[in-house]
């Protein structure tokens, strides 16, 4: 053992173990608080959905209160399962933030466990932001390493990811070193997972998945900081979490640290202008823009351009996203969202309201929509794509989006986050108090996250 290298574990752990707030760039602490703001607003809004209130049923019957506040509800519970429910309330309409790079969403791997364990603690805002970064930072860290691999052998990548950000976040506030931080990773190595057959049917678990992470990350935290000893490698390791969930497949394992500390990769995410998975949006701009040239007139037929690794996730079987019929498969279906884009020239939360998603001129569009591998992507640098009209009157449209809104050069001002949160939170709570959530936020550094937590309880 010597003789090896130190593991990247190892080198994880010491960098968040070391970790101040003041040593992250400040553009980056700007932006995290924004995307916190985001997927506080996404939280809120969940408690209008039928998954939202499952969820709070099923979480609340397992067992007794506690001190840690769930997002616009009123009720108490212990920090494992306050991070489950808070975790499927920010990620369940799929509408939070994604790194494009990784192909994961960063704030919800870890967000959920520093909200719960820095309200069980009486953490200050700094210390929550800078464990809530920490993780977030190892997340992607994880994507980029695996280069969509998780994706392309069935795996949700942020379900499989958010496990170890959230031991490191949880690490952090529990005031681990580094050994204890490592030994928290290893552990969490054993439960990460997320498996993306609800692709078939439109089933909730995808929503499930980084609250589970969460919860995993808080027991394994706990488990370490009692001596519990955990695996120094769960990444390169033999019959670690490359070996196993890759399926041969070689992770570019300097991407985990190089130029940790000094480059952080959160600052490059992506917030979503629209609810539906992201890469769907260099598509969803691509008809949006068509709209105002095409006008009402009748489409014949459409080809679509997506990356073509995510073929397979948005666009088949052709059959089943021609004719999505839940909220959930909409989500995931390039043609749905094609079709309703190109006969809006928007999309929204309510374009996934039962009455939208019956609507006859869709459907029937959906089902002239045909999906092909886009030559002249960017991705996954950006979720490109293309869309090409032909009108019953013989005329042709097309346009390519290679930047997709919301990243690069093309991301969500402050302004129009502000405006999403405020959108968001009005499907729960009164204007009144959301603002006083989004103020909260922006002093986040200032405050202690109890006062946040109170205002977010319903």
Known sequence: MSNQPEPFASRLACFAADLHLSDIPGPVVARAKLHILDALGLGLASNAYDYGRSSAAGIVAMGPGGPCSVIGRPERLDPRDAALINGILIHGLDFDDTHLASIIHPTCTSLPCALALGETFDASGQDVLTAFLAGAETSIRIGLAVDGGFH??????????????????????????????????????????????????????????????????????????????GPSRPYEGKFGLFDTHLHGDVAKLDALTDGLGEEWHFGETALKPYPVCHFIHGCADAAIELRSE???????????????????????????????????????????????????????????????????????????????ADPDTAFPTFFSGGVEVTLADGRMFTRHVRVNSGAGERAMTADAVAEKFMASASLAIQPNQAARIRDLVYDLENIQIAELMAELRG
């Open 152 to 229: 392309h052998v069935g795996y949700h990548a942020t379900g499989v990811v958010s496990h170890f950000a959230s031991a490191v976040t949880a690490g952090k506030l529990l005031g681990l070193d580094a050994e204890g931080i490592t030994a928290a990773q290893g552990i969490t190595g054993s439960t990460a997972s997320g498996i993306q057959v609800f692709l078939e049917e439109g089933a909730w678990t995808k929503r499930f998945h980084p609250g589970w992470g969460a919860v995993a990350g808080i027991t394994a935290a706990q488990l370490a900081r009692a001596g519990f000893k």
């Open 294 to 372: 095409i006008g009402g007139a009748e489409i014949v037929s459409v080809k679509a351009f997506l990356p073509e690794p995510t073929l397979h996730i948005v666009a088949e079987p052709a059959e089943a996203k021609e004719n999505a019929t839940t909220e959930y498969e909409a989500k995931f279906s390039a043609q749905f969202v094609i079709a309703a884009c190109l006969l809006r020239g928007r999309f929204g939360l309510p374009d996934l309201q039962p009455k939208a998603l019956a609507d006859p001129d869709v459907r029937a569009l959906a089902r002239r929509i045909k999906c092909f």
